[in-house]
Antibody, heavy 118, light 110 residues
């Protein structure tokens, strides 16, 4: 059974750096073809892809946010970490981590709401 | 970057058929995936590779993709199908690869 769970702060101040951790089970990020990524959703709005890391440490970033994002993995801990710098109120959203299979997302975490406010 | 456009809303009576479109430039050359998202929940994959149903997804859900439009069809709509639906593609047409989600469609069962 594959599960993923996001953890991190629920409130961040403008200009701060957001760090979120995705802890997963039921698969290994060292298995060929596997990926884990992050998708966010502002309240009442559409899904927005942020970033993706593959089993071989290949990384992909949303072009519009690339300068602010960093994704890393710790295979031994079954964790993927997202860092997003210079947070702004428009970054308020539910942040999901998800398991990547080929070119789709087939397992999602429950999501964590991050509010950016002073 | 690549853009996927969906109608904001679709209304359908129970037992009827709902069709949700996803428009994109030459989307027929890409693989399209569809997700269902109910309020307060994470998205759930309902169609992959244009028309493949994951295990556990009812046969009432089907997909097609051609030209500039991909379509998710829900037959014999039930009250439980009321949700937001998103299409998604992995775009490799530019010098960088990126995931793209559609604008989302809210399906209302009358």
């Amino acid at each position: 059974q594959i599960t993923l769970k996001e953890s991190g702060p629920t409130l961040v101040r403008p200009t701060q750096t957001l760090t979120l951790t995705c802890t997963f089970s039921g698969f290994s990020l060292s298995t060929s073809g596997v990926g884990v990524g992050w998708i966010r959703q502002p309240p009442g709005k559409a899904l927005e892809w942020l970033t993706l890391i593959y089993w071989d440490d290949d990384k992909r970033y949303s072009p519009s946010l690339k300068s602010r994002l960093t994704i890393t993995k710790d295979t031994s801990k079954n964790q993927v970490v997202l860092r997003m710098t210079n947070m702004d109120p428009v970054d308020t959203a539910t942040y999901y981590c998800a398991h990547r299979s080929r070119s789709w997302w087939n397992y999602w975490g429950q999501g964590t709401l991050v509010t950016v406010s002073s | 970057s690549y853009v996927l456009t969906q109608p904001p809303s679709v209304s359908v009576a129970p037992g009827k058929t709902a069709r949700i479109t996803c428009g994109g430039n030459n989307i027929g050359s890409k693989s399209v995936h569809w997700y269902q998202q109910k309020p307060g929940q994470a998205p759930v994959l309902v169609i992959s590779y244009d028309s493949d149903r994951p295990s556990g997804i009812p046969e009432r859900f089907s997909g097609s993709n051609s030209g500039n439009t991909a379509t998710l069809t829900i037959s014999r709509v039930e009250a439980g199908d009321e949700a937001d639906y998103y299409c998604q593609v992995w775009d490799t047409s530019s010098d960088h690869q990126e995931d793209v989600f559609g604008t989302g469609t809210k399906v209302t069962v009358l």
